[in-house]
């Protein structure tokens, strides 16, 4: 099965390949629906292509919006560059958006997004009759629906499915609330994530408000916790799916590498599920769900809004480390005496070093690490590659 990470920036691009991807899904500046990530202007789209395509990877846009007719002037000479650039695919939801690509583009190949809300085969069919390339499946889907659905499909069109991350409240992710309360438009890119609010209840003919009994943080009735299916692939390998995807191009350096080295390693059989899933604990999240996939009790999606984590992000390496030392660049304060674990998706992933020295720019040894973005080279015993990253238990 295919590992598809999300990447915000060209960074986060990097981060993905490093660690394992084998495909990268990202926006450009218009038509995506993560306004507010980085994203990639044109220049940046044909360099990014370049470099997955150089290491054997591929790229997918999306083009996600919910379509309105002034969406389209002007579209060819953006689908024009996605053709230059050589693109293995789109990431459409809109069906006239498609409908104009299959028609004015067919090179470009078309994957369905889960916005599409594809929830059942007669659905799949339509798609697939479309010469459409790849579905990425509703999130509200039993493994036995998605066999169903590949059963009808199979051999025609790929399946793809969420495997981690952020899920949304409203019906594979077609919300309305941040529209109504701040007039910025989910299905247009620019979500304010208004399901992690706080709320209260009100009779209707009372103007009074109680609040909804949860915790001591709040009451967060719209608010999921985070899909995690990484022991369960085997399922969804038996099931049809061809391609698992992550979840967050708005999410960090790290949170990309921690998670997408995690899948890797699941897939690779590198490591028994309990350090896995440990290793998932490490970045930033709320508390774990399989979601809809087993028709479980696990539907407690109501938790407080605060994602937690148990390792911070420490230093990223820029360098193969060489004779004992190794360059990086801070991220998070560190000082001589810390014990820092490597995440890597080499041999030295979960080894740990103490620091006992470093050195900055100037050659002068100092014993805190407190600059933003210092860089910096620090004692290493491990064989250590450009990308890998060190943390701390937080």
Request: a neutral charge.
């Amino acid at each position: 099965m295919e590992l598809l990470a999300p990447a915000g920036n060209f960074d986060k691009l990097v981060t993905a390949v490093h660690f394992g991807a084998d495909a990268v899904y990202f926006s450009g500046k218009m038509y995506g629906l993560r306004a507010f990530a980085g994203n990639f202007d044109d220049e940046e789209i044909i360099k990014a292509m370049k470099f997955l395509h150089q290491n054997g990877k591929k790229g997918y846009i999306t083009l996600n919006i919910v379509a309105n007719d002034n969406d389209f002037v002007g579209i060819d000479s953006y689908l024009n560059l996605l053709v230059k650039a050589n693109v293995d695919g789109l990431i459409v939801s809109d069906v006239g958006l498609i409908y104009y690509i299959r028609k004015n583009f067919p090179s470009l190949n078309v994957h369905v997004s889960t916005q599409a809300n594809i929830n059942n085969s007669y659905s799949a069919k339509f798609f697939a009759d479309m010469r459409v390339t790849r579905i990425v499946l509703a999130r509200e889907l039993n493994l036995e629906q998605i066999r169903e659905i590949y059963d009808s499909v199979g051999g025609k069109v790929e399946l793809e499915a969420f495997v981690h991350g952020a899920m949304c409240i409203s019906y594979s992710g077609r919300c309305l609330l941040s529209n109504y309360f701040t007039g910025r438009d989910s299905n247009r890119g620019a979500c304010v994530q208004a399901c992690r609010w706080q709320y209260a209840i009100r009779e209707i003919n009372k103007s009074e408000e109680y609040p909804i009994q949860e915790d001591e943080r709040g009451t967060y009735i719209l608010n999921s916790k985070d899909l995690c299916m990484i022991e369960h692939l085997n399922e969804l390998e038996k099931v049809g799916i061809s391609s698992l995807k992550i979840e967050g191009r708005m999410k960090s350096d790290y949170y990309v590498a921690s998670v997408v080295n995690a899948y890797r390693r699941a897939l690779d059989n590198k490591n028994n599920k309990k350090v896995l899933v440990n290793e998932l604990e490490k970045t930033s999240h709320r508390r774990y769900t399989t979601g809809f996939y087993f028709n479980s009790e696990d539907k407690e999606f109501l938790q407080d809004s605060m994602p937690v984590q148990s390792a911070v992000f420490i230093a990223k390496v820029l360098e193969d480390s060489n004779n004992g030392l190794v360059k990086v660049e801070m991220r998070n304060r560190f000082k001589i005496g810390d014990e820092l674990e490597i995440l890597s998706p080499n041999e030295s992933f979960l080894k740990k070093i103490k620091i006992e020295k470093i050195i900055d720019m100037k050659g002068q040894e100092i014993d805190d690490c407190k600059r933003v973005q210092d860089v910096v080279y620090i004692n290493c015993p491990y064989n250590l590659t450009a990308g890998d990253i060190l943390r701390k238990d937080s």
